[in-house]
């Protein structure tokens, strides 16, 4: 059970490149997230998907696309990178526990990509 | 929409003392509040939570207080130790069919041996 991982775990890309970050999940959750990491602004929700084949912007949406076509991944993509969207990105998922269908809060983080733009 | 403040931003603390930190959060329909603890060069990692409907809880050395009437929540870690040394995060919702987490802007502990 390998939980939340994460590829690439460190990236350089310079203004307009573009990229996808990959996560994926082996834990059967129904909800994954995209964060990104900024120093002294804790951790700002990017997009999210509540199932296989939704997604939703979150706080920091603007410049990112998200698809999640299968449930246990969910990738960001950048299509045209700036300097502003370097930082540390974090996937996380939260899923549905016990037969009662109650979803549960708890989200598991992967360990991180570290994205430069130059 | 829902806001979480947290203080301090920077807490250094002697070994074996405690060390509390602080956060407010805006949305009274807020009704779950994790912790989090991220190590250097890792993800963050869940390491307790409450409920609204619980006003104290407790694991070993770290435990959290909720005032829902000042809307505000605690960690709270006693003898600390040096592996206690990370970011923490503290973090609000409430009931919704999205699981979403407004998080606290984190507070650097340093336990000095």
């Known amino acids: 059970n390998a939980g939340v991982t994460q590829t690439p775990k460190f990236r350089v890309l310079k203004t307009g490149q573009s990229m996808t970050l990959l996560c994926a999940q082996d834990?059967?959750?129904?909800?994954m997230y995209w964060y990104r990491q900024d120093p002294g602004m804790g951790l700002r929700l990017i997009h999210y998907?509540?199932?296989?084949?939704?997604?939703a912007k979150g706080e920091v949406p603007d410049g990112y696309n998200v698809s999640r076509l299968k449930k246990q991944n969910f990738l960001l993509g950048l299509e045209s990178a700036a300097p502003s969207q370097t930082s540390v990105y974090f996937c996380?998922?939260?899923?549905?526990?016990?037969?009662?269908?109650?979803?549960?809060?708890?989200?598991?983080f992967g360990p991180g990509t570290r994205l430069t733009v130059l | 929409g829902e806001n979480v403040e947290q203080h301090p931003s920077t807490l250094s603390v002697q070994e074996g003392d405690s060390a509390v930190i602080k956060c407010t959060y805006s949305?009274?329909?807020?009704?779950?509040f994790p912790w989090y603890k991220q190590e250097l060069g890792k993800g963050p990692q869940l390491i307790i939570d409450?409920?609204?409907?619980?006003g104290e809880k407790k694991d070993q050395r770290i435990a959290v207080t909720l005032n829902k009437t000042a809307k505000h929540f605690s960690l709270h870690i006693t003898e600390t130790q040096p592996e206690d040394s990370a970011v923490y995060f503290c973090?609000?919702?409430?009931?919704?069919?999205?699981?979403?987490?407004?998080f606290g802007q984190g507070t650097t502990l340093q336990v000095k041996p």
């Open positions: 834990m059967n959750h129904e909800y």
């Open positions: 973090a609000a919702s409430k009931k919704s069919n999205t699981g979403k987490l407004i």
């Open positions: 996380a998922s939260s899923g549905r526990q016990g037969s009662s269908g109650r979803f549960y809060n708890e989200q598991f």
């Open positions: 409450i409920r609204s409907n619980v």
């Open positions: 998907s509540v199932g296989e084949g939704t997604t």
């Open positions: 949305d009274s329909a807020s009704n779950y």
